[in-house]
């Protein structure tokens, strides 16, 4: 009895070797069917498929297992080759952690923007005057910062609300940079626009609702500059990282990635910060992230909490709204710091940063 014992385990065991061996052989075959999908830009999942394979398998299957037993080793076996295929996925990837295991750091003007120090880019949502962006640069000067933001084209959600002064609002821009020494970021809207605005800024924004203007993101990769892209409205860190890789892949390495916040089914504020995202996108990517604290609340009363926060978990840099009277904004009113909320705010900041330096 003990002897057939034994044997039958033998045996047992040899079946084990042949399975692991078929196993892997499959996996192989599922890495090269992978690789093909992402040269023909297939969905690497492919549900109608799986399904066929199932019916194959179990069509005139007679057996001890019951055939749903059978159906979840297979559906185990085909979810393991898909893992297999988004691994490979992500090292092929340019923007990959494995691609490239050592961070990238973005120059913009002399500020190395993922160096492990956290940066800041403050101003108004939009350009409005001269008079009302050199009060904020002041301001930003006297911080000791170097980044400064400005909208001159305003993708807004109604067509009659302010939408910038466009090249004229760029050139304000660069007016007033260039009298304090900052370094200007701002959202560019259109492939077309890329051209002239690089003249005017140091770094190109790419908005939430263009992160998937693929067309805008290629002439963003094309061009010699810094970019900011921000994270879509409802976009997966997926697809997030996929629209860097689009820049990325013209040759424009440097980028720098901007959770802003998406939309869920809560209120209680604009969007609803993923603070989440963050790790993920430094454990997946070599680029460095900011987090927008404005767009992602709506409010005033929240930015110094999540800023904190973002700090906390590890951002690279924080962006966020000031304007010399919010009251009389033509944008985003509500969510924009004043001249001594802004004081107020970046005093507690300071606080963090002696303490991360001590």
């Known amino acids: 009895m003990s002897k057939d014992l034994s044997e039958l385990r033998k045996q047992i065991d040899e079946i084990n070797m042949q399975m692991l061996e078929l196993i892997n052989e499959r996996g ?48 185990e076996i085909f979810k393991a080759a898909l893992e297999l295929q988004e691994d490979d996925h992500r090292k092929a990837l340019l923007v990959s952690r494995k691609k490239q295991p050592q961070d990238t750091i973005v120059n913009v003007k ?30 930003v000067k006297a911080k000791g910062l170097k980044l400064l933001r400005g909208g001159a084209f305003k993708p807004r959600t109604s067509p009659y609300d302010f939408q910038g002064l466009g090249i004229e609002g760029l ?13 200007t970021i701002s959202e560019i ?10 003249e005017y800024i140091d770094v190109i924004q790419i908005g939430a609702r263009n992160m998937q203007n693929f067309e805008l993101l290629k002439a963003a990769g094309q061009v ?5 892209l921000k994270r879509g409205l409802a976009a997966t860190i997926d697809e997030f990282i996929n629209a860097a890789e689009y820049i990325m ?20 504020t604009r969007n609803t910060l993923d603070i989440s995202a963050v790790p993920i996108l430094k454990q997946e990517t070599h680029l460095p992230v900011f987090v927008d604290v404005t767009h992602s609340t709506g409010r005033r009363d929240l930015l110094l909490p999540t800023a904190k926060a973002a700090l906390a978990i590890g951002a690279d840099g924080v962006m966020a709204e000031v304007h010399p009277d919010p009251a009389v904004a033509l944008s985003d009113a509500a969510q924009q710091m004043d001249l001594n909320q802004f004081d107020a705010f970046y005093a507690e900041i300071e606080k963090i940063l002696q303490l991360q330096r001590a």
């Open 110 to 139: 002399g500020e190395e923007v993922g160096n492990g120090r956290p940066h800041f880019v403050f101003g108004p949502c939009a350009v409005e005057s001269y008079e009302q962006v050199a009060e904020v640069a002041k301001a």
């Open 28 to 75: 192989r075959i599922a890495q090269e069917i992978g690789k093909v999908k992402i040269s023909q830009g297939v969905n690497r999942y492919d549900p109608v498929r799986e399904r066929a394979m199932l019916n194959k398998i179990t069509e005139d299957y007679e057996g001890p297992y019951e055939v749903s037993t059978i159906q979840h080793i297979f559906k």
């Open 249 to 268: 892949a013209q040759g424009n390495g440097q980028i720098i990635l901007c959770e802003r916040g998406i939309r869920t089914y809560e209120k209680a």
């Open 171 to 183: 050139k304000i821009l660069k007016q007033v940079a260039d009298e304090f020494d900052l370094a």
């Open 224 to 228: 010699n500059k810094p970019v900011l």
């Open 189 to 198: 809207v259109t492939p077309n626009d890329i051209e002239k605005a690089v």
